[in-house]
């Protein structure tokens, strides 16, 4: 079967993943601030109205304030940067980060890579996502699981190979594919993200 780098999903306006919650409420964990006073409370539920949800099972709706503020916060937590009380505007959707994927494999050493465009900054810097190694047949995949923050690119080229194996314990096995999907942040916001398909080939 015929190896892909390229994109298997288009990109979108920035949208956050639909949560379970319906009401903007203290948030649970103390990791998410104290209470929101109640005019906190109605920027978030006000901007919520404009973002929608993830479709599921066909459909589709806007977020709840807590769902927002929970999403903007917890990428905040992951990016190393600070909670925010008050919604930050939505932006633009920033240029794509990534065009392939790649996986080589030198006598065992396997290395995966995304062919990329332009650096993240420290304080928007790029989210990685990969699934675990899936069988060759396998044609699509729905479990892409997070690693963290994209390490630099260099000369193009960002090399997730450290995060794979420590999110997985081992560097994926020949003939396996591979799923993997990265998206650019700002200010808490995370655009939907470029993902790609590659299977690992044979040892050279």
Not at 22 to 30: C, E, I, N, R, W
Not at 39 to 59: C, L, N
Not at 108 to 126: C, F, S
Not at 186 to 204: I, Y
Request: charged share 10%; net charge positive.
């Amino acid at each position: 079967m015929a190896k892909s780098g390229a994109p298997t999903s288009s990109r979108a306006t920035p949208k956050p993943p639909s949560k379970s919650s319906s009401v903007l409420t203290s948030p649970a964990s103390p990791k998410l601030g104290p209470p929101l006073a109640q005019f906190e409370q109605d920027a978030w539920i006000a901007v919520a109205q404009t973002v929608p949800s993830a479709r599921k099972g066909g459909t589709q709706g806007p977020l709840t304030g807590c769902q927002l503020y929970t999403q903007i916060n917890c990428i905040n937590l992951l990016c190393g940067n600070g909670l925010v009380r008050f919604p930050p505007p939505k932006p633009t959707v920033p240029p794509i980060v990534a065009t392939a994927f790649n996986i080589t494999n030198a006598a065992g050493l396997v290395a995966l890579t995304l062919a990329t465009i332009g650096q993240p900054t420290q304080a928007d810097p790029w989210i990685v996502r990969a699934s675990p190694p899936q069988s060759s047949g396998y044609n699509k995949c729905d479990d892409i699981r997070l690693l963290g923050v994209a390490p630099a690119p260099k000369n193009d080229l960002c090399d997730i190979s450290a995060l794979y194996t420590a999110k997985y314990n081992a560097p994926p096995p020949a003939g396996s594919k591979i799923w993997v999907s990265i998206s650019a942040t700002h200010a808490g916001w995370e655009d939907l993200p470029s993902t790609f398909m590659f299977q690992v080939p044979s040892p050279t």
